[in-house]
């Protein structure tokens, strides 16, 4: 396991370049103007000669690739630089948004896993029955509805029409104080949203996996012994069928980052979704670099820990070959 992580972090090491790179250059061609959007509507009534010298100020007469070195020793030093739009250093934007971004996808991830594997199980159990194809049917719906259609829904539902949950925020607006149950509350319609979103796919692969083990002949010889089907379906079938579940921890960290801007936007929860907006249309190269390099080691992490978890679930698996 420590050879494996230590060959893929020689690995990300490229990758976390040549992306940040490909930020730097995107960012430079964009046609948004850093100096224009750090000025706001001071920029309206400047003359040229001003915004020139606070373009100088600022480091964007600069070439992008000089740009992107500046920030990348620095980086490698633990400074992250100064944001423009926030007017505050990247660390201490990304190290106040983080943790609620972090909140919400850990949660919305781990609902998702556990109602998509009962629920895949349940199908598998029966197939071609009523709840198999009850499932199934509701399965291909959500994962063609998109996430920012089923948030709104929601808010309209149990928002707004049942009065159950809060719209939006971090807590309620009359508060003075964060407490543990104002979030708690205010973290189940966009948790819920963003697991339905993921959900899909988990109750599919897991249906598809139990349903291919309890084919196979170890599952078919534990029914033959006379093992009950509780111990059969759990004990047998399940621990074969999760494997390929295992690969999809990777595969949807993508798809999780950009559900959760979505869903952070469409909440108004205090997640790094609004600095990553504010970053892009101001063309805030630091901030954009730091928040590109994080999405990238969050993904790499991700493929790592599935394909430790597989090494660790299926012993056929070498991980020194993987």
Same mark, same amino acid.
């Not at 990304?94 to 609620?100: A, D, K, P, Y």
């Not at 197939?127 to 009850?134: C, K």
């Not at 707004?160 to 104002?182: C, H, I, K, N, Y």
């Not at 084919?215 to 379906?233: F, I």
């Given at each position: ?66 740009? #992107?070195?500046? #920030? ?15 007017? %505050? ?10 943790? #609620? ?25 029966? %197939? ?48 003075? %104080? ?19 979103? %993921?959900?899909? #796919? ?121």
């Amino acid at each position: 396991m420590a050879r494996l992580a230590g060959r893929r972090s020689l690995f990300a090491a490229p990758v976390l370049l040549v992306v940040t790179f490909a930020m730097f250059a995107i960012a430079a061609a964009s046609p948004f103007d850093p100096v224009r959007a750090y000025a706001g509507t001071a920029a309206l009534g400047a003359d040229r000669e001003t915004l020139d010298r606070l373009r100088t100020n600022l480091g964007a007469d600069r070439p992008f690739a000089e740009r #992107w070195w500046d #920030w990348l020793t620095s980086a490698l030093t633990g400074d992250l630089g100064q944001s423009s739009v926030m007017r %505050q250093p990247v660390a201490e934007v990304i190290g106040e948004r983080l943790v #609620w971004s972090t909140l919400l996808c850990a949660v919305a991830f781990a609902a998702a896993v556990l109602a998509g594997t009962l629920l895949g199980v349940l199908a598998a159990r029966r %197939q071609g029955g009523w709840l198999d194809r009850t499932v199934t049917s509701l399965a291909y719906v959500l994962s063609a509805a998109p996430v920012f259609w089923t948030a709104l829904l929601a808010i309209w539902l149990f928002a707004l029409r049942l009065d159950l949950l809060p719209a939006g925020g971090l807590t309620d607006t009359a508060s003075e %104080q964060v407490t543990a149950a104002q979030v708690a509350s205010h973290l189940v319609l966009p948790a819920g949203v963003l697991a339905v979103s %993921q959900l899909p #796919w988990f109750t599919l692969y897991v249906r598809q996996g139990v349903a291919d083990a309890l084919a196979e002949d170890p599952v078919r010889g534990a029914r033959a012994r006379g093992l009950s089907e509780h111990t059969v379906l759990l004990g047998h079938a399940l621990r074969s069928g999760l494997l390929p579940v295992l690969t999809l921890i990777g595969s949807r960290l993508p798809e999780l980052i950009t559900g959760a801007l979505l869903v952070e936007s469409v909440f108004s929860w205090p997640g790094i979704a609004a600095a990553t907006v504010e970053a892009a249309t101001a063309v805030d190269f630091p901030l954009l670099a730091a928040l590109t390099a994080l999405a990238t080691v969050a993904v790499l992490a991700g493929n790592l820990l599935a394909d430790l978890l597989y090494g660790l679930f299926d012993t056929r698996v070498e991980l020194s070959e993987m």
